[in-house]
């Protein structure tokens, strides 16, 4: 069973940084996928970024240029570094491991942008 928990969501005025981080329970990153996910009040959760076991990234076109996710193998932790922040990336972010079936979630972490 893989734990992920994320942390580093807040109140960020537009423009502004945030880092948020999932940490795993275990070293997983060479077998399993990760990826952020968010979803705002009302919607469907959606693709964020994503970061293939051999290290390949894929963004969604709304934050290309703007976020970028990495991972440190040591920590078993993943990053999602978010830059030029808007109102509209307000959401609750979530940490998601997949291999095949096989979906782990974090518990999520609240991004409010707002000046």
């Known amino acids: 069973q893989v734990q992920l928990v994320e942390s580093g969501g807040g109140l960020v005025q537009p423009g502004g940084s945030l880092r948020l981080s999932c940490a795993a329970s275990?070293?997983?990153?060479?077998?399993?996928?990760i990826a952020w996910y968010r979803q705002a009040p009302g919607k469907q959760r959606e693709l964020v970024a994503a970061l293939s076991s051999i290290g390949s990234t894929a963004y969604a076109d709304s934050v290309k240029g703007r976020f970028t996710i990495s991972r440190d193998n040591a920590l078993n932790t993943v990053y999602l570094q978010m830059n030029s922040l808007k109102p509209e990336d307000t959401a609750v972010y979530y940490c998601n491991a997949h291999k095949g079936r096989v979906d782990y979630w974090g518990q999520g972490t609240q991004v409010t942008v707002s000046s």
């Open positions: 275990g070293s997983i990153f060479s077998i399993y996928a």
